[in-house]
Every structure is written in structure tokens, then in C-alpha cells.
């Protein structure tokens, strides 16, 4: 009988010992889904890449904060190279570990979008009533089968950068706002000086593949998903017959050093670069902070012989809500305020170009201290038509992978440029026809 007594007792002991925990786990689990913590506040995580090196970043979560007390963002920072990579990784678990991803690019996108890792937005649009046509068609370049997985905040369009302080100090006249690539291999030829350490190069291609490739889409006669890439061949001459002559610096290099285009711009390296619009706001930056010291001034991207100046390449940053994530409403009013008007204001103070672009925002760009004050500069904003680097396909994280392989084949000279675009060409026509 006393056996019975006391094995009841520990059974009762055992079960209100394990309703007291599990009251615990829950609360515990409440906050770390997202639920809100004892104070009321709510954590949004936010996946973004090289969170130093993006200016507005910073401004534009204060003044969200700042409107919204019971909401933190947390930034996971991830490096540039490895962001899609490593985000993937952190995605197919299923965890909601990750409530707002910073889409960096259309093969990433297009990848989430296929593996079902994106929330559709689309409810959210309506029920909010925001309109898409403020960005200026960006936002319907995302659809896919006519949904919508993410909202476009940044649209960032390719330059030409300079070093006023090495055309100065050789006496050679600036870049201008209609050039050709045949004018601009020139200029850099020219522009080049000394040797070892002390070299100045006349431009700088960093690693991507699109430094080489997109100049030969400007035309509107190709795009980079198709079967057949021999039209990029005047365009890899180009830059191995610059490697060659030292006017730019060796490919594999940079990509064993893994060097980032801002060192070697800021460290004055180089007299040109070509780079997109989102590099306007680290130099900005850089410069208030007294990490950079140059005097450097932008112009349109080079262009072919039969294409008008201020043809570019244009690239679409986004924002999208992880489809695990179990704090979907709070993540989209974050979303809609950093991917709408108020973000885009805040984005342009910093020197970026965003989403939402008007005269106003230009005007905001072009006044901010440490953007060059000369006219050519200011111009350089103004584009006539602007291609999209990566097409959404269904293919193209596939698609990018053969491309960036064969691209590091042949600017490594592991292979001659005909043959790695024939085998670009042969990749990713069986990758289409799959």
C-alpha cells in the first residue's frame, strides 16, 4: 500500500513537473517564432550581404524603429560571394530562423521562387493597395506565373567610375558621357602607369562574369539566357588582351586573393571601373569617413558603335518574406516601408539609387555631399534604356552556374574563348531542353 502511495506520488510529481516545462517551452518557442518577448517586442531576422558596405542599411532600419518601438531587425550578415549559397543552406530546413531575404539577384530569386521558400505577396498588395506601377516596371519584371514573391527596393543600373586625382596628375582628359568600348580600352591603355606595386591600371574588371558579358547585350540582339554565346567573344578579347598588357589586373589573382573592386578603387589602383549604382553610396560614404581620400567622378556606361549613350544594364534588388517564417505580418510592414516611398527617400539620401525613382529622388542623389558636383557626373544618372542582366527563368541559378564556370575558364586561360563559348553554349542548351 505504501509502494502504491508513493509511486502515485511520483507519477503526480512527474506529470506537474512536465506541465510546468512545457508551459515554459511554449513561452520560450512563442518568442523564438517570432511571437513577442515579456516586453511586447517583436524580432524581425533579415538575411542581407556586406551590411558594413551598404549605407543605407542603417538609416533606413532606424527610422522604421523609430516609427515602430516594438519591433527589432536583426541582420544575419552574409559575405557577397558566398550570400546564395549560404542562404540556401539555411532554407531548406524549413526553419523560420529567417523572417525578411534580401533577394541579391534573379537566378536566386527564380531558385527560391521554384523550391517554394518565398511567400506570395500578392494578398498583401491588394490588401494594401499598393501600386506597383510606382516602380516603373520593375515590380512586373519579377512575376512569376503571375504572382508576385518579392518587391523591388533598389534598381541599380551600371557606370563608369573614375579617379579624377590619376587623369589629373597625367594630364589626360576625363571619361565622358559617349564613349565606345573601343574608346574606353583606349583611354585605359593610355591611362596606365608604373610598375609593381606602384602600378596604376587603367581599369579594373572585377570577378563576376557580367563585368565581361553584359557590354554585349546592349544591342537588344541577345540576351544571357540563349543558346548560342559567340557574341560575347569580342568582349572576352577585349578584357584577356587587357589582362595580358597589364592595363587591368590578373583575373585569377583577384579571385584567389579574393579582392573586392572597393579596395582596389579606393586604394587608387585603378583609373576607371565599371560597377553598378549601388557603389555610389559606399563612396559617399567612404569619403565622409575619411577611409577613402580620392576625387572621383562617374559617366555613362560604355557603349557599341551602333548604341545611343545611356544604354545600361540594370540589376533589381528586392525584398521577399520567408515562407516559414511565422511572423508574416509584421515582416510585410517592414517590407512595404523599406520597398515603398518612405524607404526609397531614405535610400536616395544615402547615395543609392532605388526601386522608386522620380526626378526628386535624382535631385536628392546628385546634392548629397560627396557626390561629384560637375555636370557630367549628374548626367551620367540619365539612362535611355536599360536591359535586365539575368532574364526570370525557371532556369537561371542553373543557368548562372555554367556561366560563371565557363567564365572562370576562360579568363583563367584554362580554356581558349571559342571553345568556352561552345561549351557555354552546349551547357545551357541541354540545361533548356531538361
Not at 94 to 106: A, F, L
Not at 286 to 313: C, F, R
Amino acid at each position: 500500500m505504501k509502494m502504491k502511495k508513493l509511486i502515485s506520488m511520483v507519477l503526480a510529481f512527474t506529470l506537474t513537473a512536465t506541465v510546468l516545462i512545457g508551459c515554459g517551452n511554449s513561452s520560450s518557442d512563442n518568442k523564438a517564432q517570432g511571437g513577442t518577448d515579456s516586453s511586447g517586442k517583436v524580432t524581425l531576422k533579415m538575411a542581407v550581404w556586406d551590411k558594413d558596405k551598404t549605407a543605407y542599411l542603417k538609416p533606413v532600419i532606424d527610422e522604421y524603429k523609430a516609427k515602430n518601438s516594438n519591433v527589432d531587425i536583426e541582420l544575419l550578415d552574409i559575405s557577397s560571394a558566398e550570400y546564395q549559397d549560404k542562404l540556401s543552406v539555411m532554407l531548406s530546413g524549413g526553419s523560420d530562423d529567417i523572417d525578411i531575404i534580401t533577394v541579391k539577384d534573379t537566378p536566386g530569386y527564380s531558385s527560391m521562387v521554384n523550391k517554394n521558400q518565398l511567400e506570395p505577396l500578392d494578398s498583401y498588395i491588394s490588401k494594401d493597395s499598393v501600386k506597383l506601377d510606382s516602380y516603373s516596371g520593375t515590380a512586373e519584371q519579377l512575376k512569376v506565373k503571375d504572382k508576385l514573391y518579392a518587391l523591388p527596393f533598389r534598381s541599380d543600373f551600371w557606370l563608369l567610375y573614375y579617379n579624377k586625382d590619376v587623369f589629373d596628375k597625367a594630364k589626360i582628359a576625363y571619361p565622358t558621357n559617349d564613349m565606345t568600348w573601343a574608346q574606353y580600352e583606349e583611354l585605359a591603355k593610355k591611362i596606365a602607369s608604373g610598375d609593381g606595386t606602384n602600378r596604376i591600371y587603367g581599369t579594373h574588371d572585377h570577378t563576376w562574369r557580367s563585368t565581361v558579358q553584359l557590354p554585349a547585350v546592349l544591342d537588344g540582339k541577345n540576351q544571357i539566357i540563349q543558346k548560342d554565346y559567340s557574341f560575347l567573344k569580342p568582349y572576352y578579347e577585349m578584357a584577356l588582351r587587357m589582362q595580358k598588357d597589364k592595363i587591368m589586373m590578373d583575373y585569377a589573382s583577384l579571385k584567389t586573393g579574393s579582392i573586392h573592386y572597393s579596395g582596389v578603387f579606393e586604394n587608387n589602383q585603378t583609373a576607371m571601373l565599371p560597377m553598378g549604382s549601388w557603389f555610389m553610396g559606399q563612396l559617399m560614404a567612404d569619403k565622409e569617413k575619411g577611409t577613402a581620400n580620392m576625387n572621383w567622378g562617374v559617366v555613362k556606361y560604355p557603349h557599341a558603335d551602333d548604341v545611343k549613350p545611356g544604354t545600361t544594364i540594370g540589376t533589381i534588388t528586392s525584398l521577399a518574406i520567408n515562407s516559414k517564417s511565422s511572423k508574416k505580418d509584421k515582416a510585410w510592414d517592414f517590407v512595404k516601408f523599406f520597398t515603398g516611398e518612405q524607404g526609397a527617400a531614405i535610400i536616395a539620401k544615402a547615395g543609392t539609387i532605388p526601386a522608386i525613382k522620380s526626378d526628386d529622388v535624382i535631385k536628392t542623389i546628385t546634392s548629397q555631399k560627396g557626390f561629384p558636383t560637375d555636370e557630367e557626373s549628374k548626367k551620367a544618372l540619365e539612362t535611355v534604356k536599360t536591359y535586365l542582366e539575368m532574364p526570370v527563368n525557371a532556369k537561371s541559378a542553373a543557368i548562372e552556374v555554367i556561366l560563371n564556370e565557363e567564365h572562370d575558364l576562360i579568363m583563367t586561360g584554362s580554356i581558349n574563348v571559342d571553345d568556352g563559348l561552345k561549351e557555354m553554349g552546349k551547357r545551357v542548351s541541354e540545361e533548356l531542353e531538361k
